[in-house]
């Protein structure tokens, strides 16, 4: 949506905490987030299964974008216990991951996506690592950011991200992190020794990534879902993963690019193979509406518990 006369840089941040369960934790990091000056809160998706939430902020400074992750992610290293966290989900620590990105073409109406690659986005991915490493965790970067553009999905792998340690799924700090430290060392060192006790943080740019996940039908077999995973996943465009969620195995998606493959798309492969599912569900606010939020047209930021 075009709006006439703006000029401002619209920057967004999309931080991943690792707690879903509790509104006690989960409302005090809101009421912190809200109170943050320069920033907007946007959207808060709680998502108890995954035992996972995220929180999306907006503002034209990216000085005031670092101050509050900093602010969000120090408080969630003395609310989450990560050495106890149990989860469906893979993650890397309490503050698992802030994706960072340059809005301002969604908001002039001519992208849905946004820049990934602009100045103020990679400035803003500086920022914020070192905002989230002065809270004693460890830092690795991705995207433009990173000396050789590493992506996230490299990144992830090198540090054990996909690597379950219980059949169930993932359990406390991962065990492959304080190896990685050593064959991978950080890229924003923490500004003491936390002895990963908060695990380590993933900072980055990019477009856009939409998350969206489709419950594949109770009865389909190990087999069918393994084929539809395939048959869904298409390189930068759709990466994908089966978890299980709330009684159903889902095809649990990252669409890269959403200007070109988007939820309908991913919908139609489905159909077209001739696979199966209950529902599907966009996770979080899309940049579509950063305007009305981030102008204050709606009164409130959108609240997200599945």
């Given at each position: 949506m075009a709006v006439a006369g703006l000029r401002q840089r619209v920057l967004a941040l999309k931080i991943y905490l690792s707690e879903g369960r509790s509104n006690v934790v989960l409302d005090q990091l809101v009421a912190l987030a809200e109170a943050c000056a320069g920033v907007r809160l946007v959207d808060t998706f709680r998502d108890k299964p995954y035992h996972r939430s995220s929180l999306t902020l907006l503002s034209d400074s990216s000085p005031a974008l670092a101050e509050a992750a900093g602010v969000i992610g120090a408080n969630a290293c003395k609310l989450i216990?990560?050495?106890?966290?149990?989860?469906?989900?893979?993650?890397?620590?309490?503050?698992?991951?802030?994706?960072?990105?340059?809005?301002?073409?969604?908001?002039?109406?001519t992208s849905l996506v946004g820049v990934g690659h602009s100045e103020q986005a990679i400035q803003l991915v500086h920022d914020v690592g070192a905002s989230i490493a002065a809270q004693a965790v460890p830092v690795y970067l991705y995207g433009p950011a990173h000396p050789k553009q590493r992506q996230l999905v490299d990144l992830r792998r090198a540090l054990g991200y996909f690597d379950r340690t219980t059949p169930q799924g993932w359990c406390g700090i991962p065990p492959t992190l304080a190896s990685a430290l050593q064959s991978l060392p950080p890229d924003v060192r923490a500004s003491s020794d936390s002895q990963l006790r908060h695990g380590v943080c993933t900072v980055g740019s990019g477009p856009w990534t939409t998350g969206?996940?489709?419950?594949?039908?109770?009865?389909?077999?190990?087999?069918?879902?393994?084929?539809?995973?395939?048959?869904?996943r298409r390189p930068g465009l759709v990466q994908a993963m089966l978890l299980p969620h709330d009684g159903?195995?889902?095809?649990?998606?990252?669409?890269?690019?959403?200007?070109?493959?988007?939820?309908?798309?991913?919908?139609?492969?489905?159909?077209?193979?001739?696979?199966?599912?209950?529902?599907?569900?966009?996770?979080?606010?899309?940049?579509?509406?950063?305007?009305?939020?981030?102008?204050?047209h709606e009164a409130a930021p959108v609240d997200t518990c599945i």
């Open positions: 216990d990560m050495e106890s966290h149990v989860a469906s989900h893979p993650r890397l620590g309490t503050i698992d991951h802030i994706s960072c990105h340059d809005v301002t073409a969604v908001a002039e109406g969206f996940n489709i419950a594949l039908c109770t009865s389909c077999t190990e087999d069918e879902q393994e084929a539809a995973l395939a048959a869904v159903h195995v889902e095809l649990a998606c990252n669409l890269l690019d959403a200007d070109h493959h988007g939820p309908i798309d991913v919908l139609e492969t489905l159909q077209k193979h001739h696979f199966r599912y209950d529902f599907s569900y966009v996770v979080g606010v899309q940049p579509s509406k950063f305007v009305q939020l981030f102008q204050g």
